[in-house]
């Protein structure tokens, strides 16, 4: 029921930076995983990290490995995604999800939450 916010979406260069946030509306982070997915035009939603909320394990996609790093705040009630050396390949609409599932899971349906996503565009 909880409402998912991302924000933090723009337009950078290769290379850039950029860190996306996601905070609930309506409430906290009370479920067990939080994870971010992307969505490029024509393509398939696919996964990009996922945390633990208490425990802080990390999962990564192997496409983003070394560049992206997700996080959680406890006292900002806010989950982050940190986006390094960015290249033209992740532009995409960045979705914020949050589930029950002890481990962060890969697959979209893992999820119950989601945002209504944050864009970002990597320029060439």
């Known amino acids: 029921q909880v409402q998912l916010v991302e924000s933090g979406g723009g337009l950078v260069q290769a290379g850039g930076s950029l860190r996306l946030s996601c905070a609930p509306s309506?409430?906290?982070?009370?479920?067990?995983?939080m994870g971010w997915f992307r969505q490029a035009p024509g393509k398939e939603r696919e996964f990009v990290a996922g945390?633990?909320?208490?425990?802080?394990?990390?999962v990564y996609a192997d496409s983003v490995k070394s560049r992206f790093t997700i996080s959680r705040d406890f006292a900002k009630n806010t989950g982050y995604l940190q986006m390094n050396s960015l290249k033209p390949e992740d532009t995409a609409v960045y979705y914020c999800?949050?589930?029950?599932?002890?481990?962060?899971?890969?697959?979209?349906?893992?999820?119950?939450?989601w945002g209504q996503g944050t864009k970002v565009t990597v320029s060439s």
């Open positions: 945390v633990t909320w208490t425990i802080g394990m990390t």
């Open positions: 999800a949050a589930g029950s599932m002890a481990v962060p899971g890969r697959q979209p349906g893992d999820y119950d939450d």
């Open positions: 309506g409430g906290s982070f009370r479920r067990a995983a």
